[in-house]
Each structure stands twice: as C-alpha cells, then as structure tokens.
C-alpha cells in the first residue's frame, strides 16, 4: 500500500492541479449532462451530452498538464471574464430584491453604480467613488 502512495504521488508531483477554470469546466460538463437527460430527441440530446463530455474531458487534461506556465495564463484570461458575469448577477440580484425601496443609476462620470431610496421629488446625488453630482427626478 506504501508503494502504491508514493507511485500516485510520483506521478502528480509538478503537474498544474484545480483552480477556478476547472472549477467551472466540471460544474458545466456535470449541468449539461443532467440536461441530456430531459431531452428526449436522440441527435440534441446527444449533442448537448458530447459537449458536457468534451468540459469534462479538458478539465481532466488541464489538471495532469505538466505545461503549468500555460493553465495559469489561461486562468488568468478567465477570471477577468468570470468576475464581470458574477458581479453582473448580483447587481441583478441586488437590484431585484431592492426594487420597491431603491433605484440604482450609473454615475456619468466614472460609471460606478449607485443606489438611491426611492423617494418622489428632485434629488442630487453624489458619487462617492469620485465625488461627482448630479441631478436626477424620481416619479
């Protein structure tokens, strides 16, 4: 049994490993192949099944690359890219829990979102990420 630990940490010593790409690889190839499940035409099906096959199958060679320079780079193109669609779907989130109480504008100048009580009348708002002011009526 010894043996067979050392051999299997043998072989992944310098290889890249999981990070948030591979992450995201898994979760998708495992929610495309649960949707296979519920379509019931052959050829969409097995489309929608080969693809979640394919997310699984690069996230299985990103993690035994031995080549890491090149995962990191790739995961460095992705987390820009992944940050920009989660802060987009809580702003939503955000947005649609405070719906009755809060307006969200976009500062003119720096374009930070700003959050406003919903209050009738004419109201100036100040950014405080750049300390523009602005005037904008609430109905």
């Not at 630990?5 to 043998?10: A, R, S, V």
């Not at 394919?54 to 780079?73: A, D, G, M, P, T």
């Not at 992705?78 to 702003?91: H, M, N």
């Amino acid at each position: 049994m010894q043996n067979f630990l050392y051999k299997l940490q043998e072989f992944f010593r310098g290889r890249y490993g999981f990070d948030e790409l591979n992450g995201t690889l898994l979760v998708l190839s495992i929610i495309l192949n649960l949707v296979s499940r519920f379509i019931f035409s052959f050829w969409p099906r097995m489309i929608v099944s080969i693809i979640g096959f394919i997310f699984f199958i690069v996230c299985i060679f990103r993690i035994l690359s031995r080549n890491c320079y090149q995962r990191e780079k790739e995961n460095n193109v992705y987390k820009p890219v992944y940050t920009k669609v989660r802060d987009f779907f809580k702003l939503t989130y955000k947005k649609f829990k405070d719906g009755r109480t809060h307006r969200y504008y976009k500062c003119p100048a720096c374009k930070a979102q700003l959050r406003v009580k919903n209050v009738k009348g004419e109201h100036t708002i100040r950014c405080p990420k750049c300390g523009y002011q602005f005037k904008k009526k609430i109905r």
